[in-house]
């Protein structure tokens, strides 16, 4: 396994949860089967996450926002994008937790997924043997600027060339 | 026509830049052949049969002869010479090397081009009405939109892995020349009936491979501004709900026609409701920019008709028949847009070679503002031409090979690959286009029958436009024998409809035959000037079914 965020690799500071049974870990990573019984037991100084396949409706996760501090969204295939949009709709709905995707994705699809919301990924062991945490910075930026607006990235074409409008209408000096 | 900005151009160099990265990864193993296929794909390399194919993409169907001129060079240089124009206004070439691909698409980007999303699970190249800013009949230019949705579909981080292929077609024309009840979004560009305002009417889930569907509107009126919002919201449903369990049942049509038009629109609306329209919309200043290079451009003041055109129609009979058949009237008095034919008797419809691309640059260069379009029915149009100038024109066209007059005519056939090329063809395409050609050859008789399309498909897929032909055929594989099912009565303008089964399918022989005995019973049924279509739509497929059946029983 391998976690990778915006800085490189990251270490993991979760910890699977054998059902419901979150114990005194932390930070408990529980299935969305398992969330209800697991929020159920969690002490003030818990923090849980929960795994969710892409399928979920955003309006099934909405009411555990407040009490979750992660949560995963499984990529069963890196060309399965459900989980772009299911990460873009948590977002606008307002969780403001870390986004993680977990699954077998390819460092191509960094940016996308940062875009959409998402703040770490989390690869499969056979993913990450071939695709180091090198690849997967120097994938960052290299569509150095995107057209799309109102996604998490910096500069988008569409701003970019409004504050050049902008700066050509405002009167000189 | 459209010229990059400082972003634009920056975009398809990290395009290149970033493709080498991928093909260099793919061969350090870093990625897999899995992993490395849908990235080669969404920059248009396929691998087909006996090589590799690269897809180019000719948004809207524009292209400047500086751009044509690259192409017949990529052609020469990485090719065997040729190119072939695609039904999505496209060009394909055939041989290029894997190892090229990165030097070819350098020299595109030199001339403001790309091979970006002309294929795989992504929004594709946006097609358009070929007589755009041309046509009598036109409310607005429809390639500004076009251009704002190339541009906010390119690398879009939430629909670059969505279930399935996603086209977009626009027209802002009354009558439909882009097929867009055909597209996944069909885009017409209206008038507001109260409010006289332009707008834009949405369908969805128009398509063709093995499920034929006609799109369905979903929004009547969308207010311009809106635009990029109401897209994203389309984009959301499907890339949430489209089923991915199985491959055929992928596309945004079927799961239109699984949950119903109604239910999609309500999910759509809701989605579309939900969104912050100004954080997600182009502003209008961004679409005026667009549109300022679309202006027409400079025409001369002319006479609505022209003296010269009518002399030289008069004296030369070739000539008089070509201008009567390839040429569309413009919106311009003493201008026409010329149909340049690249279905010449015996050839593969939409084949050009290097050498013919730089005569029609030339040619656009000197007489149409050098402006050249794609059509979907694989041919090339010069937009703008003085009648004047005609006659010129058709001289030069006719020693390369450029003057079939044959535009809109039985021999004008939309032929997909098929077995000559594809890896996934059943049967071959272009040798029945050939043949048909060459049984209908007789210029009278062409005229005679007037308006008819016929479109062949290599196998199931439809690239070949079959089920909207007036005569589809597609070419299966029977017990290791070639076998084509006939349809009739399909249509692809704003009347769309798919055409039905004449019959069982037929021997690679018998199809001219087959067609020919269709042609006899139209020439028998119809009434004065009735078009083709128009008399299938009237009688009905009985008489043609039962001619139909007389040839199989005379086969048996
Ligand atoms: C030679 C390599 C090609 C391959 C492997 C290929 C593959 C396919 C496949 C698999 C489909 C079916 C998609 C579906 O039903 O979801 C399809 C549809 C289509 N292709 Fe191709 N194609 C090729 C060439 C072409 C060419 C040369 C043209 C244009 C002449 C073309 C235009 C189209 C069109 C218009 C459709 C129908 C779109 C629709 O279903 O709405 N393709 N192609
Ligand atoms: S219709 Fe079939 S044979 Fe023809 S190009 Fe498409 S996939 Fe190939």
Redesign the interface.
Known sequence: MLLIDREGSATEAWTRADGAAIGNLSHALVGWDALPEALDQKSSDQKIGVLVPN?LPSEALKPFFDQLALVAIGFPA?????G???A??LR?EGFRGTLRASGPL?P??F???I??GFDEIELPEASAS???AL?WQ?ARG??????????T?DGN??D???LA?AAANSPAG | MYRY?E?DE??VR??V??FS??VA?RLD????ED?FK??RLKNGVYLQLHAYMLRIAVPYGTLSSKQMRQLALIGERFDRGYGHFTTRQNLQFNWPKLRDVPEILGLLADVEMHCIQTSG?CIRNVTADHFAGVAQDEIEDPRPVCELIR??S?????????PRKFKIAATGAQHDRAVTKAHDIGLRIVRHPDSGEIGYEISVGGGLGRTPMIGKVVRDFLPKPDL?AYL?AIM?VY??EGR?DNKYKARVKILVHEIGTEEFRSRVEAEFA?L?GP?????P??LA?IEAYFAPPAYETLPRESAALAAARASNPAFDRWAGTNLTPHRADGYSAVTISLKPIGLAPGDATSEQMRVIADLAERYSFDELRVTHAQNIVLPHVRQDDLHAIWEALVPAGLATANSGLITDIIACPGLDYCALATARSIPIAQAIQQRFEDAERQTEIGELNIKISGCINACGHHHVGHIGILGLEKRGIESYQITLGGDATENAAVGEILGPGLPAEEVPGAIEAIVGVYEAERNDGERFIETVKRVGLSPFKAAFKELSHAAD
Do not use: M
């Open positions: 399928s890196f060309a399965d994008g459900r772009f949009s299911l873009k709709v606008r390819i191509d699809q940016d996308y997924a875009a959409c071939r695709q180091s690849q120097q290299r569509l150095s600027r995107t057209y799309q607006r109102g996604y990235r074409i569409l970019r060339r409004r409008r | 900005d972003f920056r975009f990290d395009r830049a970033q990265d991928q990864r193993g870093s990625l897999t992993e849908p990235l699970n541009q906010w390119t690398a879009h981080p939430e629909f670059s892995y969505l990029l994203e959301r890339n949430q991915r939900t912050d954080s997600v919309n182009a502003d200043e961004e920019r």
